[in-house]
């Protein structure tokens, strides 16, 4: 792992340049990045079309290959994102909080970068430019190891970002990738704690496991999307299809789709026909229990399908008498990603917010928007799924640390 080793060490030895730039020099490097990415569309799109033409003869699924497209609009999606993240403030060098204890230090919380960020990520090029550009603000050298579905797509968008970068007069190792997609090598990579500061697996369920349970490197785990929605009893039902709609079927491929229904009992009826003749337009596959079946013709759902993140257009429904029935149905199968509730039960609205257990929690509206761009990020490092450090869409700040700044006059401790 000759070539591995050397990656990690040129990543480290850009690290200390990248801390030190200025915010100034950021902003200038990010938004260049994000003309050149436009400026070599053609470029990118040619290297994207040999892969999805391998992901088909290797019957890649509708999912997956949407993940793996790249069009015009997704390139300026992702330049956008990077002068999106260019306008955010800065946080490195922010003082958190300052206190001055009895023994008279002025001591200051700041924040500082992380260091070198490594991440693993399957077929979604649009994160090879999301995570440079969020790491690059946050003075973070960033290793990329991307699934072999997407690496002609990803040599092609390094290589514009790397040129920009050396036009610029910063170390081109500030972005790295790692081009054998082996799992041998991806093992290897999971070692590399003397030079990676964290890991970050973006992708399937599996993926995220094994980088878990196998990582001597710190993980900030990013996890599936088993998303709920729950239309309650007091819901707007014309509101109710046209979210659940929007959450199933916008995006299949997206780890904040719908991928689970739950219903009143008390609506059932009124809603279920409803739904159902709105999502035929895209012949989503119902898979319901016994009550939900008595309603609509629907596959029986089994135990599997609850905790299902299908990526396709599947969706599993399940009748419940109460609102308590949902929450405890959404806690006991959820990813702890993003969960929604329709209703005009202020009630119930509040109750739901503070009682289910998720990264994010919607009233009235869906799931699709757990974003970084959509919540204003500029893009996002991945989405959390776990409780420590950072949870939800990570922005500029979940990429940070923090160092403590002590000012003493000569005390000494007795």
């Given at each position: 792992m000759e070539g591995l080793e050397r990656i990690g060490q040129q990543a480290k030895e850009a690290e200390p340049l990248l801390r030190i730039l200025t915010e100034e020099k950021k902003n200038q490097v990010l938004n260049q990045a994000a003309e050149a990415l436009i400026a070599h569309t053609g470029r990118i799109l040619e290297a994207n079309q040999r892969d999805m033409d391998n992901g088909r003869e290797r019957g890649m699924k509708a999912g997956l290959l949407d993940r793996l497209l790249l069009t015009p609009e997704r390139i300026e999606g992702m330049a956008e994102g990077l002068r999106q993240i260019a306008e955010l403030s800065d946080p490195i060098g922010q003082v958190v909080k300052e206190m001055t204890p009895a023994n008279g230090l002025k001591i200051r919380q700041v924040r500082v970068p992380l260091g070198v960020v490594g991440i693993i990520y399957e077929a979604r090029p649009n994160v090879t430019a999301d995570a440079f550009g969020l790491c690059f603000k946050t003075g973070n050298v960033v290793v990329l190891r991307g699934g072999s579905d997407?690496?002609?797509?990803?040599e092609a968008i390094v290589e514009v970002l790397r040129e920009v970068l050396k036009s610029c007069g910063c170390p081109p190792c500030a972005i790295s990738l790692l081009t054998d997609t082996s799992r041998e090598t991806a093992a290897e990579f999971m070692k590399l704690n003397r030079y990676i500061d964290v890991l970050i697996p973006r992708g399937s369920a599996g993926l995220i496991s094994t980088v878990v349970e196998n990582s001597t490197i710190p993980v900030i785990e990013t996890g599936s999307g088993n998303c709920h929605i729950?239309?309650?009893?007091?819901?707007?039902?014309?509101?109710?299809?046209?979210?659940?709609?929007?959450a199933k079927t916008q995006r299949i491929g997206v780890c904040n789709a719908c991928e689970s229904l739950i219903v009143h009992e008390k609506i059932k009826d009124a809603f279920l026909p409803l739904l159902a003749r709105q999502l035929s337009e895209k012949q989503v596959e119902l898979r319901g229990d016994e009550r939900a079946y008595g309603v609509v013709p629907m596959k029986e759902a089994t135990e599997t399908d609850w905790g299902m993140e299908y990526l396709d257009y599947i969706l599993s429904v399940k009748v419940v008498d109460s609102l308590s029935q949902a929450i405890h149905h959404i806690n006991r199968y959820n990813t702890g990603h993003s969960e929604a509730i329709i209703t005009e039960d202020k009630n119930h609205a509040e109750q739901f917010l503070r009682e289910v257990d998720a990264a994010a929690v919607y009233v009235n509206a869906s799931t699709r928007f757990t974003d970084g761009f959509e919540f204003g990020f500029g893009a996002e490092i991945g989405i959390s799924t776990q409780k420590?450090?950072?949870?939800?869409?990570?922005?500029?700040?979940?990429?940070?640390?923090y160092k403590y700044q002590i000012y003493g006059n000569g005390q000494v401790r007795g």
């Open positions: 997407a690496i002609h797509s990803n729950y239309v309650d009893e007091a819901a707007d039902l014309s509101m109710a299809v046209e979210i659940v709609y929007n420590l450090h950072a949870r939800g869409p990570m922005g500029l700040e979940a990429l940070t640390s």
